[in-house]
């Protein structure tokens, strides 16, 4: 942007090549030859870039997924070591109570009960002290089998214990594959929108804006809205109110508030404001919510988009909705219709 002398649809075509060689470092063995790059026109650069942005989402819902299975099984973790000290702690008092029993024994002579009594000089008494030196063994065979039980369910904890910790490890190394993945397609992206001239810009601005319109008109055409709802239930209308305060805070991948979002933590806080907890990814979302049609939603319904459930945004009434879009961008309104729509979710069903 700063020279200005190049022609803008040099400064484009330098910008496609380095997203193409970007990608191919981030896709291809070091040993492939890198293809020369196309000539493309300023669509082209929007479709890529749309790419881009939609596979980082992807990477985005992934990795949030990811992350909430590793919350939970932390917390697995947590209880099941707590669990394991029990265990322990109570394997050592019965190896205590045993020891005790053992040295009694001991102080007693360790001679049966029958023998004691034959050289007892008070035969009342040594049947007394027999009832009880019987009463002691049978106490001393419980507690060996009580031992022998807490023994093995120190061992049970113990396993379950490292097979949780390896199922947490492996989410883990899964998160930090997303967190790259993430990282890669956004810098391309980047990369390829700082090669071009502010006019550029421009242009591809409003070309976004014009696919925008185009899709909307349609989606509007088919009469949709003459059959949806106009009225939010009272907790549609909470979400609603939560989501509206959140309007012009930025896009941070796996952020669900309270100063940056992407798109399910913006949807899942807003209807944890609501007072209920719904799933955090929109892939969850559309899997674990209750569907209704697109001619039957209503304001506080969620919009979920694209054939793998990837992105989501809460539906505000008049065919508008309220969406953290990507990375670069910020909490706003914009076209229901603007993007392919897989379906619709309430939350309050």
């Not at 020369?36 to 949030?64: C, G, I």
């Not at 035969?123 to 022998?148: C, M, N």
């Not at 956004?186 to 502010?198: K, M, N, P, V, W």
């Not at 990814?281 to 990837?310: C, F, K, N």
Request: charged share 25%.
């Amino acid at each position: 942007m700063t020279r200005t002398s190049r022609a803008p649809g040099r400064r484009t075509a330098v910008a496609l090549t380095l997203l193409c060689a970007l990608t191919a470092t981030a896709q291809a063995p070091a040993a492939r030859a890198v293809p020369a790059p196309r000539p493309a026109t300023l669509e082209d650069v929007r479709r890529q870039l749309d790419d881009l942005y939609h596979q980082s989402e992807v990477a985005t819902e992934k990795y949030n997924a990811a992350d909430e299975k590793a919350k939970a099984q932390q917390k697995q973790v947590t209880l099941l070591n707590g669990k394991v000290k029990a265990a322990e702690e109570k394997e050592a008092r019965l190896r205590e109570l045993l020891g005790a029993a053992a040295r009694a024994q001991y102080r007693g002579g360790g001679l049966p009960a029958e023998v004691q009594f034959a050289f007892a000089s008070d035969p009342e008494r040594a049947l007394d002290d027999a009832a009880v030196v019987r009463q002691a063994q049978q106490g001393t065979r419980q507690k060996l089998a009580a031992l022998e039980a807490a023994r093995a369910e120190l061992r049970t904890r113990t396993d379950e214990a490292t097979a949780e910790l390896a199922e947490l490890k492996s989410t883990r190394r899964a998160m930090a594959r997303h967190r790259e993945k993430i990282k890669a397609r956004i810098a391309t992206a980047r990369a390829l929108e700082s090669g071009l001239q502010a006019e550029e810009l421009r242009r591809l601005a409003a070309l976004e804006r014009q696919q925008e319109a185009e899709s909307q008109a349609e989606w509007v055409g088919t009469g949709i809205l003459d059959q949806v709802g106009t009225q939010a239930t009272e907790a549609g209308r909470a979400a609603i109110e939560y989501a509206t305060e959140q309007l012009g805070k930025p896009y941070v991948w796996g952020a669900e508030g309270p100063d940056s979002f992407d798109c399910s933590g913006l949807t899942s806080q807003a209807w944890l404001h609501a007072g209920l907890v719904i799933p955090r990814t929109a892939e969850q979302q559309w899997a674990q919510l209750p569907h209704v049609p697109i001619s039957q939603m209503r304001p506080g319904d969620l919009i979920i988009y694209y054939a793998d459930a990837s992105h989501v945004a809460i539906y505000i009434g008049d065919g508008k909705i309220i969406q953290a879009p990507r990375p670069g961008r910020w909490v706003y309104v914009s076209p229901a219709g603007s993007m392919e729509i897989l379906g619709v979710v309430r939350p309050d069903a």
